[in-house]
């Protein structure tokens, strides 16, 4: 080993240069507040292990982005665990390199000689968050999506060279594959290249600081950084990467009460969905409180001329604290400057407290992502499209919307519009939970319900023959015909094959053709209905097929159809065939309100109860 | 070359500093190729390029998929849509609300919110636009409703016209965000 380093130090006068960086000396000894240097070193080699194993796996297009990070995150073996820890120490940094600002005004720390030594935390700070601006965007959830169109939009603001700005970096009119690309260059590439360069230039001004201190005050006792102030800096490392690697592991002790292990990720990208639940991470809250201060053309004044004069004032507080007036003065304005951030940060927590419409946006998104996540690990997979169209495509997220937007008006989905909402007005057809299950048909074919709002009361056949039927006859059914409308009941609802009721218990032994037959035309359905025959002159919707797939795709492209209502029709519209809603959509509609999407196996207990057979 | 030779040519003379000039101008020629393409391809998003879309009415939907109770329902634009390398047919490239008053009468306006470009909701309750971002709200008209609004302008209003009996098209557009002029968008 001796001959080997003897032969290197020959060659190279590594050796000595190492030596002299250990054992370097420290004036007045080893101090804790010496570790910033080592820390922050320490923590752009923990994004750079992590950022490069991520790096490794991450995909940057508008249709590989959130699913390649869906990859790292979830199936991954211990990809959660980086994922974490590099967002998570992209937070931890950010809070560091302010303190780190905010420590060298409280000492002091930018008299001469050391006003660069203040720059370079300045411009390190900047960096930093430049970082993470940029990394935000890059699993391309809805989170980070709709916050880089706001910033981007922020810097456009900037007079002059804004708008050119803003088209470099998202790289054209719209946010697409090249907005990826080019953010993942500067948060990968260059901002990572600057801060090599900030942190290499702190070391040696460092050096040059602590070799004149040396020089002039020989009294001072100095200590080299071998090995005490080695330990404190490891040691104040391995505290930050204790609580990075704690949140990482167990968010819900910080508050992240719905985030499982590592980093949070949104449902992906849709352009076309609000996103209300858009806001920006927590250390720029303030600057979102901020901008709703400035109303109008304005805003300019609170996004770039207040923080601009902000940072110009810190770049020139080396000058303003040459006397201990300015020194005071720079104290003051930093601690106001950062009790204002904190104020506006929980001013802008409080303000979503107590804002519901943000609550609910909040919840809907993080049952988007649930969502998303879920059909992503389905058995399915992720189809070359991208995971957005699993989303698309899914019934449970699309059929309430599809179901507000297009029936609410008139229907009710167990009491509400699909979303949740009651609707003001009063229902004016069925309420479409369970429609053709056995408990919707009981309670349909009930005397006392048909005519409630729940049901008939509120169309055109409110008086119609159907009502009549179920008041007059069936209310004066005696025990074996009431056997019999039950009968009808489970053989009518077999028909939907609702994924509800394909439990084994709930299925009949079945009756052949003709007992059916004559069952249906005992308790007088075939009066009015078809049921597996055809015949032009019934006025009643054909009951084959009742409530199955192709059955409510037909009935909702036109329920004038001579199948359905024909002339009877209330006011329910044609939607396929007015051209208001496309195959896709009535397919998507139906297939919710069937109750047939994907539920991972250990969901499907609960959805068994969520719809019970009666 | 002898040590007194060498040290003359080394730059205190004129013929140093000649060659110190042309070592600098050579460097830079060398670097030229690479340095001036990077830039091109870094700033390749400033040049400008047309779009077929631009000032075309774009067909939304049928009249009839929108009742006329002068509330507002939201529409897709669909367009073609190049992303890079990707080139996608009928993709939603924008959203509107549309709105019909009287038969003949719909009024349409650009979904995206003038103060900062969020998406703008509305809330069927109040009968009013709601930005959920930082809070503008704007009357059906389009108009700002309340009075610590930060949008500079009200909604964007779009052109509307009725062909062919029941087709309703728009002139999709986007304008600029954050000022109190209405400039479109390229």
Redesign the interface.
């Known amino acids: 080993m001796h001959m080997f380093l003897k032969w290197l130090e020959e060659r190279t006068g590594l050796v000595k240069s190492f030596e002299s960086l250990l054992f370097r000396k420290i004036p007045g000894g080893a101090k804790w507040r010496y570790t910033w240097g080592g820390l922050l070193v320490f923590m752009f080699v923990v994004q750079a292990i992590t950022g490069f194993a991520l790096w490794m796996a991450y995909s940057p297009s ?2 590989t982005a959130w699913e390649s990070v869906f990859y790292i995150q979830h199936i991954m073996p211990f990809g959660w665990l980086v994922r974490g820890i590099h967002y998570y120490a992209a937070e931890a940094m950010v809070i560091l390199v302010l303190l780190h600002v905010l420590q060298k005004i409280w000492f002091r720390g930018y008299q001469k000689p050391r006003e660069l030594m203040f720059w370079l935390a300045m411009a390190m700070a900047l960096v930093v968050v430049s970082c993470s601006l940029t990394g935000y965007l890059l699993p391309w959830d809805q989170q980070g999506y ?1 916050s880089a ?2 910033r981007t ?2 810097m ?2 900037s007079p002059v060279i804004g708008p ?1 700005l803003e ?2 970096s ?5 946010f ?3 907005a990826l ?1 080019r953010f993942f260059a500067l948060h990968a590439g260059f901002f990572p290249f600057l801060l090599v360069l900030l942190l290499v230039g702190r070391m040696l001004l460092m050096r040059r600081y602590r070799q004149m201190e040396t020089e002039s005050k020989p009294d001072v006792i100095s200590e080299p950084f071998w090995p005490n102030q080695a330990l404190k800096n490891a040691l104040t490392s391995l505290a930050v990467m204790g609580v990075v690697l704690l949140i990482t592991v167990k968010p819900q002790w910080f508050g992240f009460a719905h985030l499982g292990m590592g980093a949070p990720l949104a449902s992906p990208a849709d ?8 806001r920006p991470e927590w250390y720029f809250l303030f600057l979102f409180q901020f ?2 201060y ?4 304005l ?2 004044v609170g996004a770039i001329v207040i923080p601009g004069a902000i940072v110009g004032y810190f770049a020139l507080m080396p000058w303003i604290g040459r006397h201990i007036a300015g020194h005071v003065l720079n104290i003051l304005v930093s601690i106001f400057l950062l009790g204002g951030a904190i104020w506006l940060t929980l001013t802008a927590k409080n303000n979503d407290a107590r804002n519901a ?2 609550q609910t ?1 909040a919840k809907e998104a993080q049952i988007k992502a649930a969502r998303a996540i879920e059909l992503a690990s389905g058995p399915k997979g992720i189809p070359a499209q991208g995971a957005l169209q699993l989303l698309h495509q899914d019934p449970k997220t699309q059929g309430p919307q599809l179901f507000a ?1 297009h029936c609410s ?1 008139c229907h009710r989905y167990d009491g509400h519009d699909g979303l949740g909402a009651i609707p ?1 007005d009063a229902p004016s057809a069925p309420d479409l939970k369970g429609f053709a299950s056995r408990q919707w048909l009981t309670e349909f074919l009930n005397p006392d319900h048909i005519a409630t709002e729940r049901y008939f009361g509120g169309t055109a056949f409110a008086d119609g023959d159907m009502v009549k039927y179920v008041t007059d006859d069936v209310a004066e059914f005696d025990a074996d015909k009431k056997d019999a409308l039950a009968a009808v009941v489970r053989i009518l609802s077999a028909e939907a094959q609702l994924p509800s009721q394909k439990n084994p218990e709930t299925t009949e032994t079945p009756l052949s053709d003709e007992d059916r037959d004559e069952l249906f035309y005992d308790v007088g359905c075939t009066e009015c209905h078809e049921f597996h025959f055809e015949d032009e002159d019934m006025d009643g919707p054909d009951l084959t097929g009742y409530g199955s797939r192709g059955w409510m795709i037909e009935f909702i492209s036109n329920p004038a159809h001579a199948r359905f209502y024909k002339s009877n029709n209330d006011r329910m ?1 044609s939607f396929r065939e ?3 809603l496309d195959e896709e959509a009535i397919g998507l509609l139906a297939d919710w309100l069937r109750g047939d999407w994907y539920e991972p196996e250990e969901n499907q207990a609960s959805v068994a109860i969520a719809e019970p057979a009666p | 070359m002898s040590k007194d030779e060498l040290q003359a040519s080394g730059g205190s003379d004129r013929r140093g500093f000649m060659r110190g000039v042309l070592a600098m101008i050579t460097g830079t020629l060398a670097l030229l190729g690479p340095l001036v393409g990077g830039l091109a391809v870094v700033l390749e998003p400033l040049r400008q390029k047309k779009h077929g879309q631009a000032g075309g009415f774009i067909k939304v939907g049928q009249l009839a998929s929108l009742p006329n109770n002068g509330l507002p329902k939201k529409y897709d634009i669909l367009a073609d849509r190049q992303d890079a390398w990707n080139r996608y047919p009928n993709v939603p490239v924008g959203s509107i609300y549309l709105r019909r008053t009287e038969d003949d009468q719909i009024t349409a306006f650009n979904i995206i919110c003038p103060h900062a470009g969020c998406f703008v909701q509305v809330d069927q309750q109040q009968k009013q636009y709601n930005c959920p971002c930082h809070n503008s709200q704007f009357k059906l008209d389009g108009s700002k409703s309340n009075a610590d609004n930060p949008s500079p302008r009200g909604m964007d209003p779009l052109d509307v016209e009725i062909r062919n009996g029941d087709e309703i098209w728009v002139h999709y557009q986007s304008f600029k965000t954050g000022v109190a002029d209405r400039i479109p968008n390229s």
């Open positions: 508008t249709r709709w169109k706001v939009h922020i456009s603001l050119y088209r470099i998202v790289g054209g009119d719209h697409g594959h090249f690309t352009p076309t969905d609000l996103y209300a639940a858009a901008l709703k400035f109303p109008g053309e805003e300019i419409g943000y946006a937007t008006s003001a519209p007015e051209g208001i």
